[in-house]
């Protein structure tokens, strides 16, 4: 019969050895010599990873920013979206505990990165995957004997549709979620959080990025775009006057693998949330103008009261509601939608400046550049 070793028992048996072995004398070069071999081994054991949701936008960008810092990656996903040297793929639901154990095999740190598009609304759907999906991703991570989850949340767990100004992360999570998304997010937060145990030696952490824009978004930019070629980009919601924070990939991707690498027993982030954003919050409007214009529309011009698109947004929404069993129509502007573009919603990052040091790597404007670069089949006329 053969003993199957985890990274986590391997890592209980590193610190055992250090302790009955201390390399303190000259004369102990022996020991030293399999301490600093069993040291490469962690570091090494450490350096595998997994990435759930990695075919995804966000979940892409973090395996091409690993496999460029050295690390082995599997990706887990429903769906295989592309291929790439240093990468095994293993396809399946990640409500379903033994397809996750096989992609686990040898990892020690996990990034969830999987969720429902949130343009869904199916409740079912979202409760599945992002609530009991990650109860079993937990149990998968405890069972092959992951030492560190690493969870892409969303700071709109705090968003009820009303102004947030530089929000910490102690606020409270929203009452009245204004989705099944965002309520499920919640739920899927919560749970990871309190996962968190250092004695059974499962560390977590969640990351909350707001509006994460940049090359390969399947959302923003095709629904803004989508919008202009129809004609509807002509009105701002509102004064314009409100600030939202935009994030540009690359910087979700250098707080999730600061998350990780800072995520030890002793460190202060351990089962805590952490806001990630570009820390330039900008005008909703300043921000959807600027990708349109390099792309070729014309910006927005006219204003319109916030309260009149409000109740016209909830007024098709009840229509859509009690009409549903005759029609099946879904209206663009949701009051969801409308709140997003019309209210402030902006967040502080100073904790996560504070406790790992965190600064966004690529500016908003060098972002916003980067981005409208990379959609030359959006561009008006292509
Ligand atoms: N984009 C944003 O602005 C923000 C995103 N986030 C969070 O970041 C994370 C990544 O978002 P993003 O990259 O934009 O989303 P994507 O939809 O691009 O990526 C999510 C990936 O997860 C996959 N997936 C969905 N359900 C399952 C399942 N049951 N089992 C396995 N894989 C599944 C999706 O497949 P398929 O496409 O087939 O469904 C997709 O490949 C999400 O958790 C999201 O909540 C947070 C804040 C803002
Ligand atoms: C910061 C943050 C959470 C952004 C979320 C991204 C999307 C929710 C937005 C991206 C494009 C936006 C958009 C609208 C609403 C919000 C978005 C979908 C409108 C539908 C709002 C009403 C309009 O006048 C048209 C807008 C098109 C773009």
């Known amino acids: 019969s053969s003993v199957r070793l985890s990274p986590n028992s391997l890592a209980t048996l590193f610190r055992f050895l250090k302790e009955i072995f201390p390399v303190s004398s000259s004369s102990n070069r022996r020991n030293a010599f399999r ?4 040291e490469s081994f962690s570091a090494w054991s450490s350096k595998r990873c997994a990435v759930i949701g990695g075919s995804g936008f966000l979940g892409r ?11 082995t990656v599997s990706v ?13 793929f293993h396809q399946g639901d990640l409500c379903d505990k033994q397809a996750l154990l096989t992609a686990l095999q040898g990892v020690s740190l996990v990034f969830h990165c999987a969720s429902p598009a949130p343009a869904s609304d199916d409740k079912a759907l979202f409760q599945r995957v992002n609530i009991q999906g990650t109860h079993t991703v937990l149990q998968a991570c405890t069972e092959a004997g992951v030492q560190k989850v690493v969870l892409t949340s969303s700071a709109s767990v705090v968003f009820e549709g009303t102004d947030i100004k530089d929000g910490r992360e102690d606020l409270p999570y929203a009452k009245k979620p204004i989705d099944y998304y ?7 937060e919560k749970l990871v959080l309190k996962a968190c145990d250092k004695e059974k030696g499962l560390l977590t952490v969640a990351i909350r990025p707001h509006g994460i824009f940049g090359p390969r978004d399947p959302q923003l930019v095709p629904i803004l775009v989508d919008t202009a070629r129809r004609g509807n980009m002509k009105f701002i919601i509102g004064d314009g006057s409100n600030l939202v924070d935009f994030t540009f990939v690359d910087n ?3 707080g999730l693998i600061l998350s990780a690498e800072s995520l030890r027993p002793e460190s202060p982030i351990c089962g805590k949330a952490y806001h990630i954003t570009n820390d330039e919050p900008v005008r909703f409007w300043d921000f959807m103008s600027d990708i349109l214009v390099g792309l070729g529309y014309a910006a927005p011009r006219y204003n319109l009261p916030y309260t009149l698109v409000y109740g016209l947004a909830l007024l098709l929404w009840l ?3 009690l009409l549903c069993p005759l ?3 879904k209206p663009t502007f949701t009051p ?5 573009a019309g209210k402030h919603h902006f967040y502080s990052c100073s904790r996560a400046k504070q406790d790992m040091g965190y600064k966004p790597v690529v500016g908003l404007k060098d972002g916003i550049r980067r981005t409208v670069e990379s959609y030359p089949h959006l561009r008006h006329g292509a």
């Open 76 to 88: 887990f996903d429903i769906r295989q979206s592309y291929e790439l040297p240093g990468v095994t």
């Open 61 to 71: 960008h973090l395996v091409e920013k690993l496999l460029g810092k050295g690390y």
């Open 319 to 321: 229509l859509s509601l």
């Open 182 to 188: 965002t309520e499920t997010k919640i739920e899927q």
């Open 327 to 329: 029609v099946a129509f």
């Open 252 to 254: 979700v991707v250098h």
């Open 35 to 38: 301490i600093s071999s069993l």
């Open 336 to 340: 969801m939608r409308v709140a997003l």
